[in-house]
């Protein structure tokens, strides 16, 4: 069973720093993306940041570029999402998700509809 778990969320004051989890199980972790999307209420779900775990391709959303850093520990079959510099419109509910990268290497999916699995999510709130 394909498991995706987020972790890390929290309350934080404008400028602090909080580190997500999402930890996986049950598929090949190296043969996939995992990716970060965050959604506040009434809005759609946007992408923030997303990595191949095959060849280590990485991207951000522009309005994170700079302050977010996307990792992934393949020991632990564990994706990371640093987060610095926060700021109030970062507010949302976090989630991972992952996608089999069935054409190999050189593909990084961005859109939340090519990702199959979903963590639960975990709320980061950023006070000002």
């Known amino acids: 069973e394909v498991q995706l778990v987020e972790s890390g969320g929290g309350l934080v004051q404008a400028g602090g720093s909080l580190r997500l989890s999402c930890a996986a199980s049950?598929?090949?972790?190296?043969?996939?993306?995992i990716g970060w999307f965050r959604q506040v209420p009434g809005k759609g779900r946007e992408g923030v940041s997303y990595i191949s775990n095959i060849d280590g391709m990485i991207d951000y959303a522009g309005s994170v570029k700079g302050r977010f850093t996307i990792s992934s520990d393949k020991a632990k079959k564990t994706v990371y999402l640093q987060m610095n510099s926060l700021k109030p419109e970062d507010t949302a509910v976090y989630y991972c998700a992952a996608v089999w990268l069935r054409y190999g290497p050189g593909a990084l999916p961005k859109t939340l509809y090519e990702y199959d699995y979903w963590g639960q999510g975990t709320q980061v709130t950023v006070s000002s």
């Open positions: 049950g598929f090949t972790f190296d043969d996939y993306a």
